[in-house]
């Protein structure tokens, strides 16, 4: 079969011919139709992850979308978190109790594009954040994958006002068409100036922040919380550490909490990817993204790690 495999690690992968894999008790093996390629990938293979440097060589994607037993299931996989291979190939064997079947009617390439990005979202807001019906959200990042699937998500789970905030006019764009009541600009890292254009945005004291980022812009965030609000965070691109002041944090009794996809139980995270699917199916939830063939992963590879796609890319048969 043909497959996109890390020769080394920091290394952009290759096109190559493997084995098939084979079904054994407890695995399946899934015929992929859509593999994405995430941030994880991408820190995984360069050994920049908390996993450690992989071994080498293997097949990377950590998640997908494809076909067993004549079901759309979407999967995931341990590729450069542990020995194995992952999705970027014809074929990939998974354990069977982690598939989820989805709707016939979704389209594999568009839920792939959401992924766990999107199971990150919805958990975050709803399960982790306590999300109620007509709090105030405040979505930072929100024109990353994580980020615009929280507006939307938001919205359907019951938020009131959904306020987004991004850096690039190109986020911002994208977080105003996918339903955000308010949109912000995260183009500075001054906290005062950040705090000033949340609060003009919001108009008033936020209930939840979701935020994928930290940094200057997460402290800013913080300032436009009610008492006894909720800060969310499940990343750092914007940096490992944010200048949150103690006045902020005890004055207004805020709760800080963090969020990863590696604490939900598999029932959990079925149940999360299902209403993903769901979503995307009802037209309700959706993200850019560039079918690019498996044959050409090396140059998706090379675009998403660059910044410069138009969206997320989905590697595809």
Excluded at 120 to 148: I, N, S
Excluded at 277 to 306: D, H, I, K, T
Aim: with cysteine; hydrophobic share 45%.
């Amino acid at each position: 079969m043909i497959a996109a495999q890390i020769p080394a690690p920091g290394r952009p992968p290759v096109l190559t011919d493997l084995p098939s894999p084979q079904s054994n008790p407890g695995r399946a093996v899934v015929e992929v139709l859509a593999a994405p390629i995430t941030p994880l990938d991408l820190l995984c293979a360069g050994g920049q992850s908390y996993f450690g440097v992989p071994a080498t060589p293997y097949v990377p994607g950590v998640q997908g979308v494809g076909r067993w037993d004549g079901r759309l299931v979407w999967f995931p996989t341990a590729a450069g978190m542990a020995p194995g291979d992952g999705s970027m190939a014809e074929r990939v064997s998974v354990p069977e109790d982690q598939m989820v079947v989805l709707p016939e009617d979704a389209d594999p390439v568009a839920v792939a594009a959401l992924g766990l990005s999107a199971v990150a979202a919805h958990m975050a807001l709803t399960w982790r954040g306590g999300l109620a019906a007509g709090e105030t959200v405040l979505v930072l990042g929100a024109g990353g994958v994580v980020g615009l699937a929280a507006v939307q998500l938001a919205r359907t789970a019951g938020a009131g006002r959904v306020v987004a905030a991004a850096r690039s006019d190109k986020g911002r764009e994208r977080a105003a068409r996918a339903g955000a009541d308010a949109v912000a600009s995260l183009d500075t890292d001054d906290v005062d100036a950040l705090a000033a254009l949340l609060e003009e945005a919001a108009q008033g004291p936020v209930d939840l922040v979701l935020d994928p980022l930290f940094g200057a812009p997460a402290a800013a965030a913080a300032r436009v919380l009610r008492p006894e609000g909720r800060l969310v965070n499940l990343g750092s691109s914007a940096g490992e550490h944010a200048p949150l002041d103690s006045g902020t944090l005890r004055g207004r009794s805020l709760r800080l909490l963090g969020y990863t996809n590696n604490a939900l139980t598999p029932q959990q995270r079925s149940a999360a990817v299902d209403t993903v699917a769901r979503e995307c199916a009802l037209g309700r939830l959706s993200v850019p993204f560039e079918r690019v063939p498996l044959e050409e992963a090396a140059r998706g590879w090379e675009r998403q790690a660059r910044g410069v796609a138009r969206g997320r890319i989905v590697l595809v048969p």
